[in-house]
């Protein structure tokens, strides 16, 4: 295991519904990353949380919701998505080694996979 | 144009052969490059790590990096049945929290 879990591992949901997606890391990390994975596509960096605060928003639809209540969860509240929102969700954490950003290495979660029906 | 192109595979060799998987890249400022590891049903996990050009080793695993190219490389020596999975490269100039990424190659190796 990584040291990062995720929960819920598969989740299908609907257009209308609300949901949330929940990351914890036991690393120490202060950095914090949800990701989205599609089929033969590349990874695509949603939000990034550095001690807590939100540092990068790569102009995500705002159906999605980040949350960071500390530097040890991250949660993604979901609502009204649509069916190509179906993919794989992973959280990443890391640790900034003095240069912070890109070049630390990131551990990953297993992912959420979800399906919007 | 995509900024990181990777062939998605999949890539299937028999056992004990020397795989070589590829990325390209169309941004000169991408200096520090990344080979990530991804079973099924799990989050990728960092594999190789490698700072501007040249070549690292770890094992039977060996990354290039051809800045002149634009090319970077993964060879798998003596491949085995578990190095079965898809491999992401990423890359990043360093500058944030973003790294580009490949979109993997899926590799099987058949015993």
């Known amino acids: 295991e990584t040291g990062v879990t995720q929960t819920p591992r598969h989740l299908v949901m609907g257009m209308t519904n609300k949901k949330s997606l929940k990351c914890e890391q036991h690393l120490g990390h202060n950095a914090m990353y949800w990701y989205k994975q599609s089929a033969k596509k590349p990874l695509e960096l949603m939000f990034v949380?550095?001690?807590?605060?939100?540092?990068e928003n790569n102009s995500v639809p705002s159906r999605f919701s980040p949350e960071c209540p500390n530097s040890s969860h991250l949660f993604l509240h979901l609502h009204t998505l649509q069916p190509e929102d179906s993919a794989l969700y992973l959280c990443?954490?890391?640790?900034?080694?003095?240069?912070?950003?890109?070049?630390?290495?990131?551990?990953f979660g297993p992912g959420t996979r979800l399906t919007v029906l | 144009q995509k900024e990181v192109e990777q062939d998605p595979g999949p890539l299937s060799v028999p056992e004990g052969a020397i795989v070589s998987l590829n990325c390209t890249y169309s941004?000169?400022?991408?200096?520090?490059f990344m080979w990530y590891r991804q079973y099924s049903r799990k989050g990728p996990e960092l594999l190789m790590y490698?700072?501007s050009s040249g070549n690292k080793e770890d094992g039977r695993f060996t990354a290039q990096v051809d800045k002149s190219s634009k090319y970077i490389s993964l060879f798998i020596r003596d491949s085995q049945p578990s190095d079965s999975a898809t491999y992401l490269c990423?890359?990043?100039?360093?500058?944030?929290?973003?790294?580009?990424w490949g979109a993997g190659t899926k590799l099987i190796i058949k015993p």
């Open positions: 990443a954490s890391s640790h900034p080694n003095g240069g912070g950003g890109a070049t630390d290495t990131q551990y």
């Open positions: 941004n000169s400022a991408f200096q520090y």
């Open positions: 990423a890359m990043s100039s360093g500058s944030n929290y973003q790294l580009i």
């Open positions: 490698t700072y």
């Open positions: 949380y550095n001690f807590k605060e939100q540092t």
